[in-house]
């Protein structure tokens, strides 16, 4: 009874939750939110100042308290939220292996938790051979074969979200940690044909018992499903609600779209839906049009693809400069997309300026189509990437 | 459905429907919505009980913006507010969006002097002398360090902080102004201050006309504090008498703000006040801008003489 009054202990989740009650975090939260603002407005000059002040703060801190871990996670949590993973990397790797510091298992798999985000969000020519692969952590979803960002909350584009523990440790396994993502692009085009996940990986099935043997993996595939439980319906965010028509309930399906072309309402999405829709639609044509490539460039440019969907729909944080020139650059390196059976080709090595080709001798009865539905979205796209996403 | 809207449309409008909106990664259920001129004001409420963070507390007030009108005025206004850091001036806590729209975060207050006047009736002079020295303060401040004006000041546009005295913090700087000489002004440079020098010629025609000095409907006027000023003595009549110097429903207003005759209502409305406090309101609210004080700190010293009088 006696807890019902003080409330329950929430649990933490990320590294700002570990220094929610420190007044120097509060202080600095308030220059990186002040420093994003001015960059909102393109005052850049000004927001690096901001930003200079705000890792003074953060590095004075720590210099006066050099045996505090929260001095270092503050230092931690800057340099990640204005993108210098570069220097944050060497912290937590300190505040983890170097014995200095005492952790309790909550402080570890945080500090674990960001480290993998860190070196997953690094470019492909800068990642370890034996680092993790791709940009992001991406999930085919078990039950519609959609790739997405996140196994601890429902499927973006589904709604689904696994329901026992077996399912998790399933869900979790088609991931590009298991998988390149060729190969989950395949497994995806076969789920959108009526195939299941189970019928498509051979020993899924045993594979999951597996990895639950493992009692490592088990404490994470636990941690996950609670995690599941909890947040299943807290702040979720669908692709398909953000896209519908608000005349018919239909889904609009071009981001350029002025109206819905079922019933002729006006479509008044802001800049950021209609970016989502352009990115929502690429990430479809790859997963059920394109020729999968197994390039670096490719892999990483649907992973890239993934994580800017997923902050603008979950975050509604448009993509960073960082993340557009990076996926400029990856389009140029692929160099070109083509539509099934390279039907349509579309050069991309100079994105500003793409050229669609149709081979007649390739091309299928819906080769144009498509071809010029990638064609249109990724013009959107490249003019999104190269000017950034308005008010 | 577990989901924290029903359909794009309740997202975007109409918001009187609206239970709950998106503010960045987090749900809100909307306490109230007050439009405005350039856009909305939101009283907003965490649905979840999500972690303490400094800038998404459990209650906000979120500003959008009409983008449909001068998305150039919005920007404007957004880059002076965020220029602007002092303990009179309602803070903006982060640009963030809201439903997908560029929204201005700010915290929570208790409400604005207006739900004073209603909850109160008016307040004694020397109350409203701390008030309106409060809001000088950071009118004096957004002038003297980037040479800004507010030209919408009233009661609606000073929010409050439910304290013993009352603390005031200046919000809505939509339409303000940098003086036209003080493109270089500290702290706002290049584009910024491109965008706040943007429409000069409108400024006289914009804000609230009870509350706007006679000068500005001439479309002539030079941008100085005396604007600023002429409103703080409306505010201060309304705050010590209730009402505004105006004879509503029997002379038209505009008549009356054109004739001075604004001015006479307002020398009976206080002719019962002490010598000093009807001295400042009259003198900020003379309809020649020249009787007015001309300074921000002119006001200030007027006001510590009527506390120190008060004091005696």
Known sequence: MIFGLFGSKKKKESIADLLAEFLTYQQLVGHISKAQSLQKLNRVDEAQQVLLEAERMATNYLNQNPREKKAHMMLVLFYSEVGLFDQAEPIIQRLLNSGEFQLNDEERLILSGELQKIRRQRPANQRAADGPRGFTQIYCCANCGRLHNFVSMPCPHCDWSPQTIEETARSIILSNSYFKISALLTLSRKMANGRTADDVVPNLLSDGKAYLSVPKHKQVVEQVFSMLRQNEHKNHRSLSMVRECSGCGNRVLFSGAEECEKCGEAVNWPDAIRTLACMDNLLWLLEQRVEVSSTDAFSDFVCVLVAMTNNLLRKQKVPSIRDRQYSLQLLTDMGAVCDLNKGAVIDTKNPKNLKIYLIKDSMREDSETFGLFLFKELEFFVVKMADGVRH | ?312
């Open chain 2, 1 to 312: 459905m577990p989901l924290a809207y029903q359909s794009t449309e309740e997202l975007m409008e109409p918001v009187s429907k609206l239970k709950q909106v998106l503010v960045d990664d987090r749900t809100y259920s909307v306490m109230s919505v007050r439009n405005g001129g350039m856009g909305r004001g939101w009283l907003l409420e965490q649905t979840f009980d999500d972690s303490f963070d400094p800038i998404y507390r459990r209650r906000i007030a979120v500003k959008t913006f009409d983008f449909m009108k001068d998305e150039r005025a919005i920007e404007h206004e957004l880059n002076i507010w965020i220029s602007l850091d002092h303990r009179s001036v309602l803070p903006l806590k982060k640009i963030g969006r809201l439903n997908y729209r560029l929204a201005a975060i700010m915290p929570l207050l208790d409400g604005s002097l207006d739900d004073v006047i209603e909850a109160k009736g008016s307040l004694n002079e020397q109350e409203v002398s701390k008030i309106i020295s409060d809001i000088v303060d950071g009118l004096e401040y957004a002038w003297s360090t980037f040479k800004i004006l507010h030209l919408d000041l009233k009661p609606s546009n000073v929010l409050v902080e439910n304290s013993s005295p009352i603390r005031t913090k200046i919000a809505d700087w939509g339409i303000s102004r940098l003086a036209a000489e003080n493109q270089q002004a500290r702290g706002l440079k290049g584009k910024a201050a491109s965008i706040a020098m943007y429409d000069q010629k409108t400024a006289y025609a914009e804000g609230t006309p009870l509350f706007m000095a006679p000068e500005r409907f001439s479309g002539n006027w030079v941008l100085s504090p005396t604007a600023d000023i002429y409103s703080l003595g409306m505010m201060a009549v309304q705050l010590n008498t209730g009402i505004l110097p105006f004879r509503f429903g029997q002379v038209d207003p505009a008549e009356e703000i054109s004739t001075g005759a604004f001015f006479e209502n307002a020398c009976q409305m206080i002719e019962n006040r002490s010598e000093g406090f009807r001295r400042f309101c009259l003198q900020c609210i003379h309809p020649n801008p020249s009787e007015r004080p001309s300074t921000f700190r002119e006001v200030v010293t007027q006001l510590n003489s009527i506390a120190t009088r008060g004091n005696k």
